[in-house]
């Protein structure tokens, strides 16, 4: 069964650290595509990133970057340089196989607080 | 740029009353779904559609539930008989079929809130 474990529930950093959070998937597939989504305190849902199972290329994006290791079934997510704006729930997913039609597994999201 | 939308922004009703949930997905988008998300848990997958019926359901997606896409351009979730537990945000989410199928874009949500 797919499952997609973000063990953080909530991490606090100042303003300019570095902060990474971490996601686990479980899935029998070995097709399948993970995300990253950041709901800030306004509630909407903001896609950051798809990631292939083929593709275990590290992306950078600005202050962003992922790290894609199939070998652990880990898709962390690292911000570098925090500021304020960063604070928001990230959340991992997870879609597999053809048979799924493409629905979303979630992680349990993990809150970021990033103090001035 | 094209966006899901959805509405209304903030929905409250009794328990008991049957609620509409309106979204629009993206023009030339072709599989629709809807999640849920109960404050502060993470989010529930509860149904998908594609060539106007519905492709996956979860558990939570029963009787109560329905989806509709009544004129081409709406997407539309309802609730016949609304429980207190039904208290949560909805999102509407849409995905092209070709091209980048797996990339979901969301609505910014309806809070629903039940009395």
């Known amino acids: 069964a797919q499952k997609v474990t973000q063990a953080q529930t909530e991490i606090s950093v100042v303003e300019k650290e570095d902060v990474t959070l971490d996601c686990v998937y479980e899935t029998r597939d070995t097709t399948y595509y993970l995300f990253w989504y950041k709901q800030p305190p306004s509630g909407e849902l903001v896609f950051l990133i798809r990631?292939?199972?083929?593709d275990e290329q590290n992306e950078i994006s600005g202050r962003y970057s992922w790290n894609f290791q199939k070998s652990t079934s880990s898709f962390n997510f690292t911000i570098t340089a925090s500021q304020v704006v960063d604070s928001a729930v990230y959340f991992c997913?997870?879609?597999?196989?053809?048979?799924?039609?493409?629905?979303?597994?979630w992680g349990a999201g993990t809150k970021l607080i990033i103090k001035p | 740029e094209p966006e899901v939308t959805q509405t209304p922004s903030h929905q409250v009703t009794q328990m008991g009353q049957e609620v509409i949930l309106r979204c629009v997905p993206i023009?030339?988008?072709?599989?629709f779904y809807w999640y849920r998300q109960i404050l502060g848990q993470k989010v529930e997958f509860l149904v998908s559609?594609?060539?106007?019926?519905?492709?996956?359901k979860s558990e939570i997606f029963d009787d109560q539930f329905s989806v509709e896409r009544p004129d081409g351009s709406n997407f539309t979730l309802k609730i016949r008989s609304t429980k207190l537990e039904d208290s949560a945000m909805y999102f509407c989410?849409?995905?092209?079929?070709?091209?980048?199928?797996?990339?979901?874009?969301f609505g910014p949500g309806t809070r629903l809130t039940v009395l």
């Open positions: 989410a849409s995905s092209p079929l070709a091209g980048r199928p797996y990339e979901q874009f």
């Open positions: 997913a997870l879609s597999d196989g053809a048979d799924s039609n493409y629905q979303l597994i």
């Open positions: 559609f594609y060539n106007n019926e519905i492709s996956e």
């Open positions: 990631r292939n199972s083929f």
């Open positions: 023009s030339n988008h072709l599989y």
